[in-house]
């Protein structure tokens, strides 16, 4: 899989609070050309039942900035409550609908470090 074998600075996991909405997702993502977007199956730790899926988007930071605008519209078409996180080289953003327009300028500035 290649989004195992890209450094952190070019590779953001998200992952959606309702699983339903993960193709829906991993579909809208995938039009940015210049991003290469992968579903991954979650590991289970010691002691879990289930696992949840992930997508890996991989490319240059204006590749990763593209794919992060992409969010506000899939979030404001979809249920108030569904929220994305976000994580890079360890660090955590997660996104709604109502928190978007503070929230890109912290996941834009996360990408370029």
Do not use: W, Y
């Amino acid at each position: 899989m290649l989004a195992s074998l890209v450094d952190d600075n070019n590779r953001l996991e998200l992952k959606v609070s309702d699983q339903s909405q993960l193709l829906s997702l991993h579909r809208t993502l995938s039009l940015v050309p210049a991003a290469r977007v992968e579903r991954v199956p979650g590991v289970p730790a010691a002691g879990e039942l289930g696992t949840v899926d992930f997508l890996v988007a991989v490319g240059g930071s204006g590749a990763l900035i593209a794919v992060v605008k992409m969010l506000p519209d899939f979030l404001q078409a979809r249920r108030s409550d569904l929220s994305v996180e976000i994580v890079k080289k360890g660090q955590t953003v997660r996104v709604t609908a109502t928190n978007i327009d503070d929230i890109m300028p912290v996941l834009t500035a996360m990408i370029d470090e």
